[in-house]
């Protein structure tokens, strides 16, 4: 048999759709081709698979090769079709059974030796490889990370004749094992001290999900308070956790240190440089990566000193605050990551920082302060429910035997509750309804809704302002076990949108 079919999977966003790759072995000349739109990597594969097989002590045959990586408009990168090329290769030349390669399919790149060296993104491939039924063989380096799709039977190998070895029925491969979860201690609420107005606005928005914008002078404790709110937010879901994870493997190193394994359940907490691009934050690249804001997904993603940053970067996150995706498109291809991420924005009042602090030591001209200030546009100010000022605290506050406030523990038992409210009556946060299923759920008696109207003409806000005003204060009812959104409720949530008339000022 001159013909072999060996099952892989591409990587395509957080997607890892089928690939045959199909091995011919022809009449003519020695050679070896890989066609079905190969990258430069997928093209080198051919000198390391030749160089592979021969190290294992099989016979590469002196045959015309062709490689087909099917379909073929799919774009190939990287080293992740090595391992199959090989096995295909190896099978149509009779050295293994060409008919025990049906029920697996196969990731990994080799190296020279014919070891098995890790690849980025397995976690997508396992689990579109459970769904289907079949069996997976991956590098031992990417061991943990597939046993994550709990579904799936992944073995883990750590050279091709390894492999080669079970495939000929004469050794077995390991069964992947998932890493042991590592609990790190998250940062607790007790070592923020005073800022009662900025706590009470931390647990309403971790309780609905909204996105909220701290203004304070310099070292009043916004980035404390923004470093916390993961620990006030519900434990992710498996399903949740999973897609997170997903996200971080096709991410790779090119963010951070890809997918670990071992702390896969915990929300991240992203905190990019104000220096940062907008490919950055969105994603990009000839071959899309996951940016900041899709590395935050279920979780934070923190913008300290808001207005430094680039304008073009901050303007890309108005479509993804509202819609939870960002779509990644180039020339070549496009890829969809997931961003529903909960946004926590931090400034300084003007340029030295110190404008309204009562040590009136700001010295900053009112076209200074209004430049400044206008460097974060409406439209994105629109999109944040809470506008909250961090005032200096007075040294005596920051004495030892002062009191320290709840535990971020206590707090999150409130949210939790609140958040059971809100997912039994509509299925997701308050963050997330939308105008129609605002108006269902955060009506208002007709005093309320006179006195909502009333704010919103005399703040001059908009009418996406107006709903979002609805939901923060849907929120606090729930967190005070009320069925309706009672006046004080209405009120406190107005007091939340003071910011946009001063920062827009």
């Known amino acids: 048999m001159n013909l072999a079919l060996v099952h892989s999977r591409a990587r395509s966003g957080v997607r890892a759709p089928a690939v045959r790759v199909e091995v011919h072995l022809g009449g003519g000349l020695p ?10 990597a997928v093209r080198e594969a051919k000198d390391r698979v030749r160089a592979a097989i021969q190290c294992a002590q099989f016979e590469f045959p002196q045959r015309r090769i ?39 399919e196969f990731l ?59 495939l000929c029925g004469r050794a077995d491969l390991p069964q992947a094992q998932a890493a042991p979860l590592l609990r790190v201690p998250g940062l607790d609420m007790r070592d923020v001290r005073g800022q009662a107005q900025a706590r009470r606005a931390l647990e309403i928005a971790a309780a609905g999900g909204h996105h909220l914008l701290l203004i304070g002078p310099p070292g009043c404790g916004k980035t404390l308070l923004a470093s916390r709110l993961p620990g006030l937010l519900p434990e992710a879901s498996e399903e949740e956790a999973l897609e997170t994870a997903a996200i971080a493997s096709v991410a790779g190193g090119a963010h951070g240190h890809g997918l670990d394994p071992a702390r896969w359940r915990e929300r991240p907490f992203r905190s990019p440089h104000h220096t ?53 498109s180039r020339a070549a291809r496009s890829a969809e990551f997931p961003a529903r991420f909960q946004l926590v924005a931090a ?11 009562s040590s009136g030591r700001c010295r900053c001209a009112g076209d200074a302060i209004r430049r400044y200030r206008a460097r974060i546009s409406g439209p994105l100010l629109d999109r944040i429910d809470l506008h909250i000022e961090v005032p200096r605290l007075p040294s005596s506050a920051l004495r030892p035997d002062q009191p320290s406030g709840e535990s971020s523990a206590a707090i999150r038992e409130r949210v939790v509750a609140a958040r059971e409210r809100q997912l039994g009556r509509s ?38 302002s107006m709903h979002r005003i609805q939901r923060v204060a849907r929120t606090i009812a729930d967190l005070a076990e009320s069925p309706q959104i009672a006046t004080a409720h209405l009120t406190e949530a107005i007091g939340y949108r003071r910011g946009d008339r001063e920062v827009a000022a």
């Open 108 to 166: 990994g790149e080799l190296g020279l030796t014919g070891e098995l060296r890790a690849i980025d993104g397995v976690l997508p491939a396992a689990l579109a490889v459970a769904a289907l039924g079949r069996r997976l063989i991956v590098p031992a380096g990417n061991g943990a990370e597939a046993a994550l799709a709990s579904r799936v039977e992944a073995r883990t190998g750590r050279t091709l004749l390894e492999v080669c070895a079970m």
């Open 347 to 357: 400034m300084n009042p003007c340029p030295c920082g110190w404008a309204g602090d």
């Open 276 to 328: 940062a691009s907008a490919v950055a934050l969105v994603g990009g690249g000839a071959d899309p990566r996951p940016g900041e804001i899709s590395l935050a997904h279920q979780g934070v993603l923190f913008l300290d000193e808001l207005p430094e940053w680039e304008r073009r970067a901050l303007e890309v996150l108005r479509e993804p605050l509202e819609s939870g995706v960002v779509t990644v």
């Open 31 to 40: 050679s070896m081709s890989i066609v079905g739109l190969p990258e430069a």
């Open 427 to 464: 299925g997701k946060t308050n963050a997330q309804l939308s105008q129609a299923e605002t108006t269902a759920t955060c009506g208002l008696s007709q005093s309320d809704h006179a006195l909502l109207e009333r704010a919103v003409d005399a703040l001059q806000l908009s009418a996406r």
């Open 66 to 104: 062709t490689v087909n990586l099917a379909p073929a408009d799919l774009p190939k990168d990287g080293g992740r079709y090595d391992l199959a090329i090989a096995l295909g290769i190896l099978a149509a030349s009779g050295q293994i059974p060409l008919e025990a390669l049906n029920e697996y």
